[in-house]
Nanobody
Framework: QVQLVESGGGLVQAGGSLRLSCAAS??????NAWYRQAPGKQRELVAS???????NYVDSVKGRFTISRDNAKNTVYLQMNRLQPEDTAVYYC????????????WGQGTQVTVST
């Protein structure tokens, strides 16, 4: 049975930092992406990593967020610095294919709330 466990979210003041973690079990697919969904908005791809030298970020988080992963543990991380209120969302991880499809059923996500 596939299981995704996201953690590390919480309430933080603007300008603060959080580090999200996500671990997968029961799947052969490697976690390599973070998404987020804010209230009333569609889920969006925030960051992805295909190798140490191949990472991608949505423009709004470039220079503030860093994605990394531990393939041996099938765990992906998202270091979020200089958080802003507009970063408030539920954050999810997944395994992203080169064609842009997600490969694993979504987990519960972890809530990130940034206060002013």
């Amino acid at each position: 049975q596939v299981q995704l466990v996201e953690s590390g979210g919480g309430l933080v003041q603007a300008g603060g930092s959080l580090r999200l973690s996500c671990a997968a079990s029961g799947t052969v697919f490697r976690l390599n992406a973070w998404y987020r969904q804010a209230p009333g908005k569609q889920r969006e791809l925030v960051a992805s990593i295909f190798s140490v030298s191949s990472t991608n970020y949505v423009d709004s988080v470039k220079g503030r967020f860093t994605i990394s992963r531990d393939n041996a543990k099938n765990t992906v991380y998202l270091q979020m610095n200089r958080l802003q209120p507009e970063d408030t969302a539920v954050y999810y991880c997944n395994a992203l294919s080169s064609s842009g499809a997600t490969r694993i059923p979504w987990g519960q996500g972890t809530q990130v709330t940034v206060s002013t």
